[in-house]
């Protein structure tokens, strides 16, 4: 097991992130954890994070000195590297120039984090690394029994390592995917030189969760907004495999989701895992309430509320239920919170649920609180959900209600559902549902006029939407065979009678934003 000391670095949980990719356990402590605590740990060996100090404010942050005593390995990273030359005598300096993003770093001499380890080689025979830097401060003297690592242009220390203590040194940071041998070099530290063993795997991670949250909730009833996507979705298994009978799920249907949406979450939980499932059908509650408004935040904002309201009234009935379960992930911790080591707490508010009344006192369970969305893929499909559904393009809180533009009304919902299904099929069919990030059909409420036989049709017109993307703030629409495109916008037409034009939207993020709403 090992030890990692945050100092609050942005990267932290990407350093966990990859210690799990290595099949080793981990734990994330924050820098003033307490002697005892630690020894109390038995770690294999420590990481010290980077973090946005400097060590030389008055009093900056660092690790209990028994942390350099347990005899234990030791990788210090960016403001680890810092902190661990400072307290071992060495010196750090402020710079005049930070150095920020990509760098190359020249390796020396053979140690064992290194050995071996490299993207390219110099003319000289030096390996060299393409790594990802963040710093302004630089370790300019290394403590007594250090030798050098490794070095950049404005960082002659780069790398430093003392083998006979086990203690690492690296400025740059190993846990982001730009530096290409990152991966290499954290399994190299844990299983080389701590000595871990792959053990770790998504199976071990669940009956861990398992483990704790039958710790948290003992014999209480658990609520969870089931809501079809991903997250939650997978919280539900994996707590069904938990607490069984002691969960509790409600899945409003709004009116507004998806081509038998709701059935299939209700075949996949409640008839084939025999989760227990409330399934609230709110539709006409919702329709009723959007009724007139064709305003995008308005419409948002109504559906927000009404959700909550729902859901609020079903989990209120449930009188025995202690605890609230949310599929929060890492990502919306820190989009939220902007968090370090977990302290902060919050609740995703635009999609999930909101607030509960006061009077109920949840407690919350967050199973998935410290993982990744790649990471949450996994251990549904572990957890035996089917592929397509741990593998689903995102789909908006506020569903079809954002994707019919202006006023929201059954006749459209159930005319663009069809239209999108046919769309999304059609990607399934020819292959191209996993190479886009996200591909939906919006409706357009005009009409135009087609001829379809010997008649005139004046009907509606629905927009293609397809694009990539890796995390969403920018994409690029997808560029669609022709062929692919002809063959939807011909099906669209011909099946769905309402339907007289198909268009295709080729607006890139930004300007355009990825939803039409
Ligand atoms: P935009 O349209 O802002 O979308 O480029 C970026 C991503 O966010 C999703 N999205 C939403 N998700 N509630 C949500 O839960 C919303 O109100 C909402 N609006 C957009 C969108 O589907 C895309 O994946």
Redesign the pocket.
């Known amino acids: 097991r090992i030890l990692i000391i945050d100092f609050g670095s942005q990267y932290t949980q990407l350093i966990a992130r990859r210690i799990r990719e290595a099949g080793v356990y981990s734990e994330i402590h924050p820098w003033d954890m307490d002697e005892a605590a630690i020894r109390g740990f038995a770690p294999t060996g420590i990481i010290l994070s980077g973090g946005p100090e400097s060590v030389h404010e008055s009093d900056p942050p660092g690790v209990p000195q028994c942390v350099f005593e347990l005899g234990v390995p030791v990788l210090g990273i960016c403001y680890g590297m810092q902190t661990m030359a400072a307290q071992l005598g060495g010196r750090v300096e402020g710079s005049d120039h930070r150095e920020f993003g990509y760098a190359q770093v020249r390796a020396h001499g053979h140690t064992p984090l290194l050995t071996h380890i490299e993207d390219h080689t110099t003319p000289e025979g030096f390996g060299m690394l393409d790594v990802w830097m963040s710093h302004g401060d630089r370790v300019t003297q290394m403590p007594e029994g250090f030798k050098l690592m490794a070095s950049t242009e404005s960082a002659p220390i780069a790398g430093m390592a003392d083998e006979v203590r086990g203690f690492y040194g690296v400025q740059f940071h190993p846990e982001v995917t730009h530096t290409t041998q990152g991966q290499r070099i954290l399994s190299r530290f844990v299983h080389d030189i701590c000595g871990c063993e792959n053990l770790w795997t998504a199976g071990n991670i669940i009956d861990d969760m398992t483990a704790r949250v039958r710790e948290q909730v003992g014999d209480d009833h658990v609520v969870l907004g089931l809501s079809g996507g991903v997250d939650s979705s997978v919280v539900g298994a994996l707590l069904h495999k938990a607490i069984g009978d002691q969960l509790t799920c409600v899945f409003v249907d709004t009116g507004l989701l998806r081509h038998q949406e709701g059935d299939q979450v209700m075949a996949t939980f409640a008839r084939h895992m025999g989760v227990r499932v409330i399934r609230v059908d709110a539709e006409d509650r919702f329709l009723s309430a959007l009724e007139g408004e064709a305003d995008p935040e308005e419409k948002?904002r109504i559906i927000g509320r009404l959700f909550v309201e729902v859901f609020d009234e079903e989990a209120s009935k449930l009188t025995n239920a202690r605890w609230l379960a949310q599929g929060t992930i890492y990502p919306d911790v820190i989009e939220s919170a902007g968090s370090k080591t977990g302290k902060a707490h919050v609740i995703k508010s635009?999609?999930n649920v909101g607030g509960l009344p006061e009077t109920m006192k949840l407690g919350l369970v967050e199973p998935l609180r410290e993982l990744f969305k790649d990471e949450v893929r996994r251990i549904g499909v572990e957890l035996g959900l089917p592929t397509e559904m741990v593998y689903r393009h995102?789909?908006?809180?506020?569903g079809l209600g954002?994707r019919i533009l202006g006023q929201v009304k059954k006749e459209y919902a159930d005319l663009l559902r069809r239209a999108d299904h046919i769309f999304i099929e059609e990607l399934r069919a020819a292959g191209l549902y996993d190479q886009v990030s996200?591909a939906f059909a919006v409706f357009l409420p005009v009409k135009s006029v087609g001829v379809m036989g010997d008649g005139r049709r004046y009907d509606y017109v629905v927009a293609l939407r397809a694009v990539e993307t890796i995390d969403?703030m920018t994409?690029r629409w997808a560029h669609l065979p022709y062929e692919f495109l002809d063959k939807v916008s011909r099906r669209i037409i011909n099946e769905i009678k309402g339907i007289s034009r198909v268009t295709y939207d080729i607006s890139g993020?930004p300007p355009a934003?990825?939803?039409w709403e």
Not at 394 to 398: A, D, I, R, T, V
């Open positions: 948002r635009h999609h995102p789909f908006p809180g506020p954002v996200q969403f994409a993020k934003t990825i939803e």
